[in-house]
């Protein structure tokens, strides 16, 4: 079975180191930049929050700083100009959703190795895409 090269590689950014490298590694896995796709998710508000209730911010307006972010964040350490995806929500199901929109090959992930207590209470991003995802998931620990 032949893992590389992949038409659609699929990563989710956080903004971390981790996630980086993850976007790295999968630029040496496709043929052409067109074939990547980077995705952040954002939180969904509350509406509670200061912004929501003053009318400063929207689910709009975050979404297009994030893109702008991502875009120059990329730029800047010199990665590939890939497909860039904003959305919001929880963010294993949403990254899932979007590999299944792009009919995405693989899914290349980073996992910031979290254990224990907090592993059990937040749960995993990495591990939740694993078990959901409709293509193969690449997982490299940082």
């Known amino acids: 079975m032949n893992w590389l090269p992949r038409e659609t590689v699929l990563v989710p950014i956080d903004f971390s180191e981790d996630s980086f490298a ?4 999968a630029g040496e896995m ?13 939180p969904s508000l509350e509406p509670n929050d200061p912004g929501v209730i003053w009318y400063k911010i929207d689910d709009e307006s975050r979404s297009k700083h994030a893109a702008e972010a991502l875009r120059a964040e990329l730029a800047g350490r010199g990665h590939q100009q890939p497909e860039i995806a904003i959305r919001i929500g929880d963010p294993g199901r949403e990254i899932v959703e979007y590999a299944h929109e792009i009919s995405a090959g693989l899914i290349v992930v980073s996992s910031h190795g979290q254990g224990g207590l907090k ?3 937040i749960g995993s991003v990495a591990e939740r895409v694993v078990r959901l995802a409709p293509c193969p998931v690449l997982v490299l620990k940082g």
């Open 30 to 42: 496709v043929e052409e930049p067109a074939h990547l796709h980077a995705v952040h998710v954002l």
């Open 119 to 121: 592993h059990l209470l």
């Open 22 to 25: 993850a976007m790295q590694a």
